[in-house]
């Protein structure tokens, strides 16, 4: 089976930085299968780099190199990492994006060694694809640097559950249909109150009428407040960290 090297960057493909991070890697690495997730990443967005990783990594047969490339402290002094985790590899930066599959036990990670006289600016063309194209070819993770003790860990806020029985979010990312996702969750129904707005939670978008508010479990289990064949974040003023509460009775 050809080694599978996935790509998750906030480059955009209108500058060519996907190309040259492709050419780093199968230079290193032609055998390689490299699988576009997405380089659409806001800018600098850690966050929406964390939760796309947390959504895919595991989705990728065992051996899979998951490299991505979200680093605004880039040139800096954070470390480059190598992780090996649940049979698969990920490579980034050390400032969080990371988080899904270092806080699973038993997880390895080394800071990478960075060769001298690298581009200050593009680690992830002279940095990470050296590494993700090691870790393809075989090579053992421990051969790319030397343990990291205390790599960054994000995480995603917990609710809380207040005196009157109502559990308080709040809203961690827009996606690309407008809908927000929170970081509720709900085995029951209920309704979500937003603001002055309470939609209900349902099953799926089609039960509600077009163009109204309506929440549902999406496919990560958290509860996403969407507008039926709208744009939930435009018509309700939605953003990360909007406040969001569940009532389930």
Avoid: C
Avoid at 27 to 55: K, N, W, Y
Avoid at 127 to 138: D, E, K, Y
Avoid at 195 to 210: C, F, H, I, K, Q
Wanted: proline share 6%; charged share 20%; net charge negative.
């Amino acid at each position: 089976m050809r080694p599978i090297i996935t790509l998750i960057t906030d480059y955009g493909t209108v500058d060519g930085y996907v190309g040259e991070l492709k050419g780093a890697l199968l230079s290193s690495a032609p055998d390689a299968e490299l699988v576009d997730v997405t380089h659409d990443i806001p800018p600098q967005d850690l966050e929406r780099a964390r939760l796309t990783v947390a959504r895919v990594w595991r989705r990728f047969p065992a051996g899979s190199i998951h490299l991505v490339v979200v680093d605004p402290g880039v040139g800096s002094a954070r470390a480059a990492l190598a992780v090996a985790s649940d049979g698969r590899f990920l490579v980034g930066a050390d400032n969080g994006v990371l988080s899904p599959a270092l806080l699973v036990p038993g997880a390895r990670v080394v800071a990478l060694t960075v060769p001298v006289g690298v581009s200050a600016t593009f680690h992830g063309r002279d940095v990470f694809a050296p590494a993700a194209a090691a870790l393809a070819r075989g090579e053992p993770l421990e051969s790319l640097g030397v343990e990291a003790r205390f790599p960054v860990i994000r995480r995603t806020p917990e609710p809380i559950r207040r005196a009157d029985g109502a559990v308080e979010g709040e809203v961690i990312v827009i996606d690309h249909f407008g809908n927000a996702v929170t970081n509720l969750i709900s085995l029951r129904g209920g309704t979500i109150e937003v603001g002055s707005t309470m939609v209900p939670v349902r099953r799926t978008y089609a039960e509600a009428n077009l163009g109204q508010p309506v929440a549902v479990v999406g496919s990560t289990g958290f509860i996403e407040i969407a507008v039926r064949e709208g744009h939930a974040a435009d018509v309700l003023q939605l953003s990360r960290g909007t406040r969001v509460v569940l009532h389930t009775s």
